[in-house]
């Protein structure tokens, strides 16, 4: 349909470039496909695409997981363990429903896209990253910006390339094009 002829335009002309991009549309309407498309038609596409889905980590884990740690830093923590920044170097971070994400994470999130340097939980030696991200949600950040619930900071630095993922019952032509996909894919 038009409305994914322009969509599939828009990721030809973002994917080339290392800017970063916020995906937003309702559950289920392809924002990780859209996400690595963009991976796929990038100059990373031989590095590695990392999946983050903020909404799953609880709030007191999403440090460790995002930046990693070291040896000691908490209990359980027998090992130093990269984290998913660490892990994308190279390549694309995508950080799934970041509106879900807490206010300190976030502030820690925008440190990293500011600087392109991060800390692992209990460490003291600052490590250069290299990755571009990519960000998708279900939520209206400008609506969460304006309650206090989202770093604006931040939702500047994720926005530079808007990308919205209509609904399928906005896009219903599409529908015989997915049926035969999905018919194709289980015959």
Do not use: W
């Given at each position: 349909?038009?409305?994914?002829?322009?969509?599939?335009?828009?990721?030809?002309?973002?994917?080339?470039?290392?800017?970063?991009v916020l995906i937003t549309g309702e559950s289920g309407t392809g924002k990780e496909l859209i996400?690595?498309?963009?991976?796929?038609?990038?100059?990373?596409?031989?590095?590695?695409?990392?999946k983050v889905n903020c909404a799953a980590i609880p709030s007191e884990l999403i440090e460790s997981e995002l930046f990693?740690?070291?040896?000691?830093?908490f209990t359980g923590a027998h090992g130093r363990k990269p984290g998913q920044?660490?892990?994308?170097?190279g390549g694309t971070l995508f950080l799934d429903e970041i509106g879900d994400m807490s206010l300190d994470a976030q502030s820690k999130v925008?440190?990293?896209l500011q600087s392109g340097e991060m800390t692992r939980?209990?460490?003291?030696?600052?490590?250069?990253?290299?990755?571009?991200?990519?960000?998708?949600?279900?939520?209206?950040?400008?609506?969460?910006?304006?309650q206090g619930l989202f770093r604006e900071d931040l939702f500047f630095r994720l926005n530079v390339f808007p990308i919205h993922c209509?609904?399928?019952?906005?896009?219903?032509?599409?529908i015989p094009?997915?049926?035969?996909?999905?018919?194709?894919r289980v015959s």
């Amino acid at each position: 349909t038009p409305v994914m002829g322009k969509l599939l335009e828009e990721i030809k002309k973002i994917a080339p470039t290392n800017g970063r991009v916020l995906i937003t549309g309702e559950s289920g309407t392809g924002k990780e496909l859209i996400a690595r498309a963009i991976h796929r038609m990038s100059g990373r596409v031989s590095n590695p695409f990392i999946k983050v889905n903020c909404a799953a980590i609880p709030s007191e884990l999403i440090e460790s997981e995002l930046f990693g740690y070291e040896k000691g830093a908490f209990t359980g923590a027998h090992g130093r363990k990269p984290g998913q920044f660490e892990l994308a170097d190279g390549g694309t971070l995508f950080l799934d429903e970041i509106g879900d994400m807490s206010l300190d994470a976030q502030s820690k999130v925008l440190r990293v896209l500011q600087s392109g340097e991060m800390t692992r939980v209990g460490g003291q030696k600052t490590l250069r990253v290299d990755v571009r991200v990519l960000a998708a949600t279900n939520r209206n950040l400008e609506e969460a910006v304006s309650q206090g619930l989202f770093r604006e900071d931040l939702f500047f630095r994720l926005n530079v390339f808007p990308i919205h993922c209509a609904p399928l019952r906005e896009r219903l032509g599409d529908i015989p094009e997915l049926a035969l996909s999905f018919i194709q894919r289980v015959s």
